[in-house]
């Protein structure tokens, strides 16, 4: 099933259902102008989308599972940031709390920057000062980053982490907040649903750490690039991440040893503060 297809499918669906697209929009969690530009084949939908398009419209199980599964085998979806940033940076940190919140299980790796939900406010500061955002966009998208974070409390959630050991040890801020953030990794390391690994330097690799990704309920993966978001969903190429994400974390340091780990670059952090 090609865009045109599903799209054709999706507005017949909706209109045999009599409900309004305005209707379906919101409970699809996406604006009208979006709905209508999937529907006329204008947009290429993620399977998530057309998921909560189908529960918006409330068709049985079996249609969503079909036209779901349609929109998975599509393969891959890119969006470039320039694009997000003309739509609005923290209106992105809507639609991931979307995601997030409907999702039972992540799985995250992260060989560059302190993953999102384990961010500090500063530490968010630091990173989204990279980019020409104005203040209100800056001081919005932190908002909604922080709000994001509730998630870590929620225990019928399924949360891991996998990062490198640079990652605690790159500068982003000053070392008195890179101590506090490496603080907040090891307070949330200690929560029963949440597994927080650290893949260590002094250990031989068999892999490579390309580049970050997300990996939902083993169906989607999101993976960041320098120029776009891409968004992943053929199976095929999802197990792809699985398996990579598993291989590091069986070489990571987890629990005592791994908190034993960061615990010690955040005193090399103090220390630098106090000689300083």
Do not use: C
């Not at 260590?200 to 390309?210: K, S, T, Y």
């Not at 040893?257 to 955040?266: A, K, N, P, T």
């Amino acid at each position: 099933m090609n865009r045109a297809q599903l799209g054709a499918a999706l507005r017949a669906l909706r209109q045999a259902s009599g409900k309004e697209a305005k209707a379906v929009a919101r409970g699809a969690l996406m604006s009208p102008s979006k709905l209508s530009k999937i529907e006329n084949a204008k947009l290429a939908p993620s399977a998530t989308d057309v998921e909560r398009i189908l529960i918006a419209i409330g068709v049985s199980p079996e249609i969503k599972a079909e036209y779901t599964e349609a929109a998975r085998s599509a393969g891959t979806e890119t969006t470039e940031w320039r694009l997000l940033k003309r739509v609005g940076v923290h209106k992105g940190q809507l639609e991931v709390k979307a995601l997030e919140a409907q999702m039972s299980a992540l799985r995250m790796f992260q060989p560059a920057l302190v993953p999102g939900l384990l961010q500090t406010p500063e530490y968010i500061r630091a990173v989204l000062q990279r980019h020409d955002l104005s203040d209100d966009t800056v001081a919005r998208t932190i908002s909604g980053r922080l709000e994001r974070q509730a998630i870590l409390y929620d225990s019928s959630k399924s949360l891991r982490f996998v990062i490198t050991e640079p990652v605690l040890r790159w500068r982003i801020v000053p070392p008195p907040m890179m101590a506090a953030q490496l603080d907040r990794i090891v307070s949330v390391s200690r929560l029963s649903h949440v597994d927080i690994r650290v893949v260590p330097l002094g250990i031989q690799q068999h892999d490579v750490a390309n580049h970050s990704f997300a990996i939902r309920d083993n169906r989607m993966v999101t993976v960041e690039t320098v120029h776009a978001e891409v968004l992943v969903t053929d199976p095929r190429d999802v197990d792809i991440y699985v398996k990579k994400f598993n291989g590091f974390a069986r070489v990571a340091l987890s629990g005592d040893d791994m908190r034993s780990l960061v615990e010690g670059i955040r005193d090399d952090f103090l220390r630098e503060q106090e000689t300083g």
